[in-house]
């Protein structure tokens, strides 16, 4: 059964585009792994969704093996070598450019699909590969949520003559259920089956690549895509209340999450999502501030993972919640928030022999940099965009670091036992959507409940906005609005299932195995289980 949301012993699977889901579906079906559904899926939602994901993004995941092992997949690639703060300072910039060449970094995806193929899949790559191979050559009706997004940008998007070609065949966007084809991205497809991501990173594809990002001004070079490797490491984690969370280490901000969850557990019995959800919405807001103090790319800066797990900073969270709403206010000056957004998918999968994997893939912004190079069909990201230039940050632009990401997988288990398997899009405010997921799925609610309740985020996801005011569906509480505006936080209403506040999808897998899996409704996707 394929739809909103799906049971089954066997497997399952949910993404944000039925097409994708589908594929997925069809991979188990003819015998593959949660592995192979999974490569399968995030290969066709670069064809599907390329507003959200593409060739030239990257991916975090955590995939889970049937020996009870979790592994977290970090496949985010890093800035050129020849690149610096300075170099863009010189140019009289005071800020990292979110579009064009000098926001591209590395892309990871392609060298991640491979390395999660080795971690478990029964299927050839290339089989794997194949239906994003057709579905880019024969084309697919282009979904709503791809053209909402072309007509918002429509005049920047259709100044880049790779997007204009693809996007804009007439001189005006495709509209919702238009064929959208990319043959270009099909004969990329057919170059990865033949030579697996050796193609990209060392090959022909790349070189293509290479040759247009310095056309345009990146310092991006054939010897930076080369040197490029994903990393294979264990997951950070925090018990709360019945369950482990699992989530990526740093570069990843998953840490957050697990950050906002200690607080919570400090918090005691409060109704977070309710009467005492000004408590949770100052947390959102205190946790942010941590990632622009602390989050970078662990090979060049220290970040003080333990420090910020601890029970006494859970504690100190806590009670700097509780003197905003003692104070009616802010507890010291609101910040901007980190200025990029986010436009993500995630997807999750499972299986009955206990593997299961949670997978995130971006190109950070809509439609990434703004660049689609022609010969090849490929997007590329602009996950550079959320360096800084401050000398002083930790997530300063240097060559050869990672940004910090804001993609984060989470697992969930229960005794050791794993019974969660969770992803959402969102930007920065994926640690807040994830957190919502969390204490609605422990609390035994359905996963259709979990990811169709009404949300709430402080701070949103577009780039520049405060981080003092809670975006907030129209279903929340009359309660969760009075303690917002009591604490000072401004509410900005959105209606039910509003993209703003992300979409995310959900497995959970009983004591008796039986997998139930929902695709959030703010997406145009699906579930399907059997």
Known sequence: MSDARAQGYRHAIATPHATATAIGDDVFRAGGNAFDAAIAAAAALTVCYPHM?????????????????????????????????????ERGLGEMPLTGAEAVTVPGAVAAWETLHALGASRPLADLLEPAARLAEEGLPLAPGVARALAAE????????????????????LAAGDLLRQPALGRTFRALQAGGAAALYRGEI???????????????????????????????????????????????????????????????DADVLGADADLIAEIFRLATLDRTAHLGDPRHVSVPVSRLLSPAHAAALAAAARERRSNGGL?????????????????????????ALSVIQSIFHSFGSGILEPETGVILHNRGGFFSLDES?????????????????????????????????????????????????????????????????VGGLEA???????????????????????????????????????????????????????????????????
């Open 53 to 89: 994901c593409a060739v030239g993004g990257d991916i975090l995941a955590l995939a889970a093996t049937p020996d009870g092992a979790v592994r977290a997949v970090n496949g985010s690639g890093a800035a050129p070598v020849a690149a610096s703060a300075g170099r863009l300072r």
């Open 154 to 173: 429509a005049t920047t998007l259709a100044a880049d003559a790779g997007l204009a070609g693809v996007f804009f065949p007439s001189g005006a966007p």
């Open 393 to 457: 940050s930790p997530n300063l632009l240097a060559g050869g670091r990672r940004p910090a990401h804001t993609l984060m997988p989470v697992l969930v288990r229960r005794d050791g036992r794993l019974v969660g398997v969770h992803g959402t899009m969102g930007g920065k405010v994926q640690p807040q959507i994830h957190a919502h997921l969390v204490l609605r799925a422990g609390a035994g609610e359905d996963p259709a409940v979990v990811v169709a309740a009404p949300r709430f985020v």
């Open 206 to 268: 790349g070189a293509a690549i290479v040759a247009h990002l310095r056309s345009v001004g990146s310092p991006m070079t054939a010897d930076d895509l080369a040197a490029h490797a994903t990393e294979v490491t264990d997951p950070i984690s925090l018990r709360f209340r019945d369950e482990e969370i699992l989530t990526a280490p740093p570069n990843c901000q998953g840490l957050l999450l697990l950050e906002i969850l200690g607080a919570i557990e400090a918090l005691g």
């Open 464 to 530: 520049g906005s405060r981080d003092d005011i809670v975006i907030a569906e129209t279903g929340c509480s009359a309660a969760a609005r009075a303690a917002w505006r009591r604490a000072g936080f401004e509410v900005q209403d959105r209606p039910d299932h509003d993209e703003e506040v992300g979409h995310s999808h959900v497995i959970r897998i009983d004591a008796d195995g039986l997998l139930r899996v929902a695709s959030d409704p703010r997406s145009d996707g699906a579930a399907a289980a059997d």
């Open 331 to 355: 507890v010291g000056p609101p910040e901007a928030a980190p200025r990029p957004t986010g436009d993500t998918v995630a997807l999750v999968a499972a299986d009955a022999d206990g593997n």
